[in-house]
Nanobody
Framework: QVQLVESGGGLVQAGGSLRLSCAAS????????MGWFRQAPGKEREFVAR????????YYADSVKGRFTISRDNAKNTAYLQMNTLKPEDTAVYYC?????????????????WGQGTQVTVSS
């Protein structure tokens, strides 16, 4: 069992930055790939970024590529999402998720554990 807790959300002006953190419980954090997803009001949850277990291969949605950076610190059992040049359309609840598979996936249905989410609001 893995428990995930997100933090770092908030209100920011367009063009600003935020860093989200996802703290994981347990001693097997490094065996999980970590993903970030987001869900805006009235929309489906969508993939944002993923980082592999130990090599650190990263994958991004086209909408955030070049602006967001996913990273992890296995010693701290924490994953991060650095978000720069934020836009109003980035407004959503952001969720971190853990996937024990090695094969990269962007489907939310492949992830095993989820956090409760953190709200990010970008004002224009």
């Amino acid at each position: 069992q893995v428990q995930l807790v997100e933090s770092g959300g908030g209100l920011v002006q367009a063009g600003g930055s935020l860093r989200l953190s996802c703290a994981a419980s347990g001693r097997t954090f490094s065996s999980y790939a970590m993903g970030w997803f987001r869900q805006a009001p009235g929309k489906e949850r969508e993939f944002v970024a993923r980082i592999s277990q130990t090599v650190g291969n990263t994958y991004y949605a086209d909408s955030v590529k070049g602006r967001f950076t996913i990273s992890r610190d296995n010693a701290k059992n924490t994953a991060y999402l650095q978000m720069n040049t934020l836009k109003p359309e980035d407004t959503a609840v952001y969720y971190c998720a853990a996937d024990r598979q090695v094969v990269p996936t962007r489907s939310q249905y492949d992830y095993d554990y989820w956090g409760q989410g953190t709200q990010v609001t970008v004002s224009s």
